[in-house]
Structure formats: C-alpha cells, structure tokens
C-alpha cells in the first residue's frame, strides 16, 4: 500500500530511468556546486560585491581578483557569487509557491470531479492567457519594482501550468484500486490525499519542480534585467547583465557574458536534470498536444524528449 | 469540427474578457488610490485631476469603471500617457511596427533555420546529426538578453558587421539594425524548433507507410518531402506557433538590449515611469496578440490533424 505506484503514462523507460546517468550526475553536481557558492558565498568572497573604486573599471584580473572588475570598479567574482544568492532564492520562492498552489489545485479538483473539476480546468485553460513576465511587469508598474512582487507574479503565472500537468496524473492515482480501498477502511478525504497521494505523486512534483526552476530562473534574470526586479546595487546575475551592457558596447564584454554564461549552464542542468528524475516520464506525452510552458522556456523539454 | 470551432471561440471570448479583467484591475489592486497610480504619484493640477476622475469614471463602481474602459479600448481610446503627454494608442501605433518587424523576422529566422537543421541531423545521421543535437541542447537554454549580449559582443562591437543599437532609417538600414535582435530572439526557439524537426522526422521515417514507399521506389528526396516532413508538420508548426506567441512577450528583452523603440521597450519604460495607462494599453494589446496566435495555433494544429478535435481535451 505504501509502495511507489507512480502514475507514468509511458511504460517504456522505467528501468532505465532509474539513474541519473552521466549527463544528469554531471547536472546535479552542477547544481550542488552552484547552491553551495551560494551559501557560502560571502565567506569565499575575495571583495565587498558593493566596493566601487573608479580607477581600476573594467581593470583585467588582478592577483586576489581573478575575475577582474565591472564598469564600476567592483570585483566581478565577488558579484557573481553575491548574485549566485537571489539568482537561486528567487527561482526557488517562485517554484515552492507555484507548486504548492498547484498541487493543492490539481488535487482538490481531481478528488472532487464533477463541477468542480469542470470550473478549474475551465478557468486554468481561460488563465493560461498571461505569459510569466508580461503578468510581472505588469504586478511591478502596480506594486513598484522588486523581487517579492516579480516572484509572485511569476508563481501566478506558473500555477495553470502546472495544476494542469498534476490534474491528469492525480486523476490516474485517484482510480487506483488501493484509495477505493482506504476509503472503504474510513480514511478521510484529506489524509488520503496527504499521506498517499501526494507521496506517490512525489516523483512527479519533483521532476516537475526541477525543469520549472530553470524557466524561473530565466524570467526572473528577465525582469531584473529589466530593472523591475532585483534593485540595481545589489548583485543579481539579471542585473549584472543589464548594467553589463554599457561594457559590451566598450569592448569589455566580461560582466555581462559571466552573469549570463552562470544563468544559462544553470538552466542547462536544471533542464537535463528535470528530464532525468524518475518522475520526467509524465511530461513527454504526444508530441501535438501541448504539455509545456507556453510563456517561452518550455521548449527545452520539448526538445529534449529525443 | 464546427463544435470545435465554436468552443475554441468561446473560449476565446473568455479568455480575452479575463485578461483584460486582469490587465484593468491593477488599478485598483494598487496601494493607495487609483487616481495615485494614474498619475504616478506625480503632482497634478485640479483640472487634470477633474479630467482624470471623469475619464476613468473614478467616481463609479468598480465594474462600471471596467466595462467603460473596455468600452473605451474596443473603440482604440486607451487614455492618455502622463509622461509622454500622448494618445496610448497613437503611441501603440507608432510603436507596434518595430515589434512586429522584430517578431516576423525572428518567425522567418526560427522556421527556416529551425526546420533545416532538423531535417539536416534526421536525414544524416553519425557525425552531422551529433553536432546538431550537442549544439541545440546548448542554444535552447540560451535566453534573448543572455544571446543579445553575445551578439552584439562578437557581430557589433568585435566584427562590425551589424549595428548594435537604434532603429535605422529606411527599409535596408531598418533590416540590418532588426537583424541581430531577430537572431537574439530566435536563437533558442530555432534550436528547439530544430530538435523536434529532427525527432518527429525520425519518428515519420520509421513508419511503415514510409518504409513501403521506399520499397516501392519512390525517390526518397519526395518520400521525405511528401510523406515524412508533412506528417512532421504538426508538431513543427504548433511548436513554432508557440514560440512566436512568446517572441511576444519576449520581444521587449531584446527591444531594451538593442535599444529598439518597440512596445516591449514602450511597457518598460512605463512601468519603470510608472506611466498606468500606457502599461494597461501595451498590455491589454500583447496579452489580446498572444491570446489570438495561441488560438490560431490551436486551430491550425486541428484543422491539419484531425485526431485533435475527436480527442477533445486531454
């Protein structure tokens, strides 16, 4: 009864997909690296990220500065690893709050059907209309500028994606033969749903959540590069681009082709990662119905179901 | 099919109705009241303030105020910008070109690109198909502002070939100035277009109605334009579809990379001004566009595949 029953709509694959293999270790050790930089940040840190000195702008690597300085003086590798922080919270916030709403939603309806189902599955497809960082801009000329309001924005506008994605699976589980069983023994509604359903819904969330932190990771870079997120003194890798720009029309490209290179090899992994837990077989699907995020980095899994 | 279509349009209707909801009740999401927001905290005269509260009907119920600005929208008054002191919706129209040269460009750029390297790794594969794949799977998770900047680096500041920055005049000088943000913007849409060429055409090829006109004798250079690639049309062109409909959204990273004046660029610099009505109307306009292509998309995959109508949603 506890056994991991997950719903998979593809048979094909289950043994294979029991490890990582060595593209999906190599990603999942990208991605420890990149959290513990992270968290250790501040202590590794060769300078204050905040520490301007004009004279050495755009200065070439220095012994105790192996990156060199950005247009403004500070020490590009202090900045990265400042910004490797926000750059990894945002995502992180944007994933746990779409998630949650999302499972709670998927769930509810699935269990309920009837009426229910029918009224959230309409107003998923009807909110489905709002791309991620157009649902951002907007919440940011509203609510002013900042991370808070562009990571909510963004776990708004991720929650029908991903509500819709659990409803199918969550559907599948609810018709096993096992939750008739609790029933029948007088479990409640909720805790079958908390103790089995969503156990065994798990590997799904999980594989879920990876590729959407990627896509999170992105929109979030956007809209600080923008100037709508993150707040420009503070490092973050979106903003480091945008203020990187004025460089890369001088010549000195360093700034913004580091915080850019740092998003798109993390994204890189969380994608092949996402494609590789166990969970991932629920995403595949046939190839003309939509599955994926419509707002733009979808297409990563997408593509990769080769 | 007729009943298909007719849910599509309802749906439609809905969805539009919704966004709009959405892209209106930010007004009166906003901390303190609508009429702050309107003028961005910026000091007003009383008359502009009358005007205001008059125009926006500010003195009516919530729902009231809605349909009078919907009212306003479908008949093109989207109000007036307090920083630039113009029509939203002139502004929209002086605007609206630039973008949809930037997204038709960056379409063409997807579709032709996209669909040749597919085809190019399915039909060879070894070492072609290798290069094709291991390159792809890194273009894909590049997004626009990350591929601007390398653009610009290498093909603007390094090569000198294209211009960096600003709109151009004339025809030429307006496509070689749009010809690295189409390439930013298409960049990882065409690499994933490429992939699920070369997958789907793959996956055509080894169908046995494929195998059975190679064996009869049929050139392969048709059996894969007639058999292979037009069965592959419909997962390729709602892909593309999609990926256009995001350009959309999209268009502003590399309209503020490339100094463009598009309406991307437009909504920014509103909701950096705090300028409402232009952030309401630029929206309001995307959102309507992106709705219309997703919509269109939908269709067009339908009416090539009929399988999709008689499966109903899934």
């Known amino acids: 009864m506890t056994g991991i029953t997950v719903a998979r709509r593809a048979g094909a694959g289950t043994i294979r997909r029991a490890g990582l293999g060595p593209l999906g270790t190599a990603a999942a050790g990208v991605v420890v690296v990149a959290v513990v930089l992270a968290v250790l940040g501040p202590a590794l840190s060769p300078a204050d990220p905040n520490a301007s000195d004009f004279a050495s702008a755009y200065a070439p690597p220095a012994p105790g500065h192996p990156l060199g300085f950005d247009g403004q003086g500070r020490d590009l590798l202090a900045r990265l690893l400042e910004g490797a922080r926000t750059s990894l919270l945002g995502p992180l916030l944007v994933v746990a709050l779409s998630m949650a709403a999302g499972t709670a939603l998927a769930i509810a309806a699935a269990w309920a059907g009837g009426w229910l189902d029918a009224a959230v599955s309409a107003a998923l497809e009807v909110v489905f209309a709002f791309p991620g960082v157009l649902l951002a801009m907007l919440v940011a000329a509203v609510f002013g500028p900042g991370l808070g309001a562009a990571v909510v924005a963004l776990a708004v506008a991720y929650v029908p994606y991903i509500a819709r994605l659990l409803r199918g699976a969550a559907l599948a589980e609810r018709g096993k033969p096992y939750v008739r069983a609790l029933e029948v023994q007088g479990a409640g509604a909720l805790a079958i749903c908390l103790r089995h359903l969503v156990p065994n819904l798990l590997p799904l969330i999980a594989a879920q959540a990876t590729l959407f932190f990627g896509y999170a990771m992105v929109d979030l870079a956007i809209v600080s590069f923008f100037g709508l997120g993150v707040q420009p003194p503070d490092a973050d890798w979106g903003v480091m681009v945008a203020s990187g720009r004025s460089g890369v029309l001088q010549g000195y490209p360093a700034e913004a082709l580091l915080a850019g290179g740092c998003v798109v090899v993390l994204v890189v992994a969380f994608n092949v990662l996402g494609e590789r837990l166990p969970g991932a077989a629920g995403a595949g699907g046939r190839p003309w119905r939509r599955t994926g995020l419509r707002t733009g980095r979808r297409t990563g899994r997408r593509g990769g179901a080769a | ?314």
Not at chain 2, 146 to 173: E, H, Q, S, T, Y
Not at chain 2, 190 to 199: E, N, W, Y
Not at chain 2, 235 to 254: C, D, E, K, N, Q
Not at chain 2, 268 to 292: E, P, R
């Open chain 2, 1 to 314: 099919m007729a009943s298909y279509l007719v849910r599509r349009l309802v749906m439609l209707a809905a969805t539009l109705l919704v966004s709009s909801l959405v892209v209106f009740a930010g007004l009166s999401a906003a901390p303190g009241d609508p009429l702050t927001t309107l003028s961005g905290g910026r000091s007003l005269p009383p008359q502009t303030v009358a005007l205001l509260v008059e125009r926006y009907h500010l003195n009516e119920p919530f729902l009231v105020r809605y349909a009078s600005w919907l009212g306003g929208a479908a008949r093109g008054d989207l109000g007036v910008s307090i920083q630039l002191r113009q029509d939203v919706s002139a502004l929209i129209a002086a605007r609206a070109g630039t973008t949809l040269g930037l997204i038709g460009y960056a379409a063409l750029i997807v579709v032709v690109a996209g669909v040749a390297a597919g085809l190019l790794a399915a039909l060879r594969p070894g070492t072609v198909d290798t290069v094709v794949v291991a390159a792809t799977a890194v273009v894909v998770a590049v997004p626009p502002f990350v591929a601007a900047m390398a653009l610009i680096g290498v093909f603007a500041v390094g090569l000198r070939w294209l211009p960096a920055l600003g709109d151009g005049a004339g025809l030429w000088d307006g496509v070689r100035h749009l010809t690295l943000p189409a390439l930013a913007l298409a960049a990882a849409a065409a690499a994933a277009v490429a992939r699920i060429t070369r997958t789907s055409v793959r996956e055509e090829l080894g169908r046995e109605h494929v195998q059975t006109a190679v064996a009869r004798g049929i050139p392969y250079a048709a059996v894969v334009r007639r058999h292979a690639l037009r069965n592959a049309a419909v997962p390729i062109g709602t892909l593309t579809g999609m990926t256009v409909a995001s350009m959309i959204a999209l268009a502003a990273v590399v309209e503020r990379a490339f100094g463009l004046s598009g309406l991307g660029a437009t909504l920014v610099n509103a909701a950096l001004s705090k300028d409402f009505a232009v952030v309401q109307g630029v929206s309001l306009v995307l959102v309507t566009a992106f709705v219309l292509v997703n919509t269109l998309v939908d269709v067009g995959a339908a009416l090539l595949d009929p399988r999709i109508t008689l499966g109903g949603r899934s």
